[in-house]
C-alpha cells in the first residue's frame, strides 16, 4: 500500500494563471475523491470519480474547475484563471467501491497547497 | 443538507491525562456513518476511529473511544492517557450509508478542534 500520493506538494502562481494538481490514489480504489481544505477549516467536498466517471460534482466547483480520470486510475485538478479565493490545500482521498467495502474509509494524500499571489 | 458541528476551536490536555472532543451532526437519514481524522502539523489526514450508526455499542481503538448518542446526534471522541504526538487537528466526519455509485459517498466534515498536548 503506498498510499495516495498528489503532486505537486506547493503550488505558487499569479492571478490568472492556470494550475493543474495530478493525484495517484491506492491502486485497488476506485472511488476518488477531490477536497478544498482552508486554513483552520475542515475540508469541502469538491467532486468525486467513481472509476473514470465523474458522478457528483459540488457547487463549489466553479465553472473554472475542472477534475478528469481519463483511464480510473490517476486524477487531475485543473483552475484557470486562478484568483485569491482559490488559495487553499487541495486534498485527494479515494476508497475501495462496492459491496464490502462500501462501509470503508477514505484515505487522504498530503495535498497540494496552492498559494496565489 | 447533513452538517457537522464542533463547538471546541481548541482544547488542550496533560500529557497522561484524558481529553473530550465534541461532535455533534444534523441528518435525516437513519443509517449513516461517522468517523474522527487526526490531521497532524503539516501532515496527512489519517482515520482515528469510525462508528456505523446502526451500532449501539460505541466504538473503541486503543486508547481511543467514542460516545455515539444516536438521538441526540452527538459523537464525541475521548482521548485516554494522552501522548504528545496526540497533539493534531481533531475533525469529526459524517458519511451517508446510501447505496449507489451515483451517490457520492463523500464526507462532511466539521471545522476542526485544535488539540495541544502539554508535558
Known amino acids: 500500500d503506498t498510499g495516495v500520493s498528489q503532486n505537486p506538494r506547493h503550488k505558487i502562481t499569479k492571478r490568472g494563471q492556470n494550475v493543474t494538481f495530478r493525484c495517484d490514489p491506492i491502486?485497488?480504489?476506485?472511488?476518488l475523491y477531490w477536497y478544498r481544505q482552508t486554513l483552520g477549516q475542515g475540508p469541502e467536498f469538491l467532486t468525486y470519480?467513481?472509476?473514470?466517471?465523474?458522478?457528483?460534482k459540488s457547487r463549489l466547483l466553479s465553472d473554472r474547475f475542472s477534475a478528469e480520470r481519463p483511464k480510473g486510475s490517476f486524477s487531475t485538478l485543473e483552475i484557470q484563471r486562478t484568483e485569491q479565493g482559490d488559495s487553499a490545500m487541495y486534498l485527494c482521498?479515494?476508497?475501495?467501491?462496492?459491496?464490502?467495502?462500501?462501509?470503508?474509509?477514505?484515505?487522504f494524500g498530503d495535498g497540494t497547497r496552492l498559494s496565489i499571489l | 443538507a447533513q452538517t457537522v458541528t464542533q463547538s471546541q476551536p481548541e482544547m488542550s490536555v496533560q500529557e497522561a491525562e484524558t481529553v473530550t472532543l465534541s461532535c455533534t451532526y444534523d441528518?435525516?437519514?437513519?443509517?449513516?456513518?461517522l468517523f474522527w481524522y487526526k490531521q497532524p502539523p503539516s501532515r496527512q489526514m489519517i482515520l482515528v476511529i469510525r462508528?456505523?450508526?446502526?451500532?449501539?455499542q460505541n466504538a473503541t481503538e486503543n486508547r481511543f473511544s467514542v460516545n455515539f448518542q444516536k438521538a441526540a446526534k452527538s459523537f464525541s471522541l475521548k482521548i485516554s492517557d494522552s501522548q504528545l504526538g496526540d497533539a493534531a487537528m481533531y475533525f469529526c466526519?459524517?458519511?451517508?450509508?446510501?447505496?449507489?455509485?451515483?451517490?457520492?459517498?463523500?464526507?462532511?466534515f466539521g471545522p476542526g478542534t485544535r488539540l495541544s498536548v502539554l508535558p
Open positions: 482521498a479515494s476508497s475501495p467501491g462496492r459491496g464490502r467495502f462500501s462501509n470503508q474509509p477514505q484515505h
Open positions: 491502486s485497488e480504489h476506485n472511488r
Open positions: 470519480f467513481q472509476n473514470e466517471a465523474q458522478l457528483e
Open positions: 441528518t435525516s437519514e437513519s443509517d449513516y456513518y
Open positions: 462508528q456505523e450508526a446502526y451500532k449501539q
Open positions: 466526519a459524517y458519511r451517508s450509508a446510501r447505496l449507489g455509485d451515483n451517490y457520492g459517498q463523500n464526507f462532511v
